[in-house]
């Protein structure tokens, strides 16, 4: 099962991503789900705030929601509230599964910071993840991980760092 989820298109997407930007992390079949962040950690043997989590929210717009990527430590949630105030935006719109699929080219679960089929208008990461030295993303799957730093996931993604929950 493990080389099936590494051969995943989606996967393969991240992994190719990964080598343009010179990430040296591989990408890991993990047999049990990694949906959750807590469900990352456990299978991984590490704290829920080494997860970096891929949340999706709409960004209200004219004529359609634009996509917003919140690279958040797994040890909270994101502020909506929070977030939306310092972008100085009145609400954030929650994603459903097709607004994420559209967007990143992911189902809910396997979310990668990288690799998305559209990019982002916005990306942000949590500041939280830069207390840990390596930190695990989702590669494209609910079963397939990878390991990073804070510094490596905002030199590859352009991400903006900002305090997004407590």
């Not at 949906?35 to 970096?52: N, P, S």
Request: with cysteine.
């Amino acid at each position: 099962m493990s080389e099936a989820i590494l051969q995943h298109a989606a996967v393969a997407r991240v992994r190719t991503e990964l080598r343009t930007h010179g990430v040296a992390g591989e990408i890991t079949a993990l047999s049990d789900s990694a949906r959750t962040a807590l469900e990352a950690a456990a299978a991984l043997g590490i704290e829920v705030g080494q997860i970096a989590s891929s949340i999706v929210f709409g960004i209200p717009d004219d004529l359609e929601p634009k996509a917003l990527l919140v690279i958040t430590s797994g040890r909270h949630r994101v502020d909506t509230a929070l977030v939306a105030k310092n972008l100085g935006l009145e609400k954030l719109i929650r994603a459903d599964a097709d607004f994420v699929r559209k967007w990143s080219g992911f189902a809910i679960g396997g979310v990668s910071p990288l690799g998305w089929i559209s990019k982002p208008e916005i990306i942000l990461i949590d500041e939280a993840l830069s207390d840990y030295d390596v930190v695990w993303a989702a590669a494209g799957h609910p079963h397939a991980v990878y390991p990073t730093t804070y510094d490596e996931l905002i030199q590859c993604t352009g991400a903006q760092p900002m305090i997004v929950g407590d």
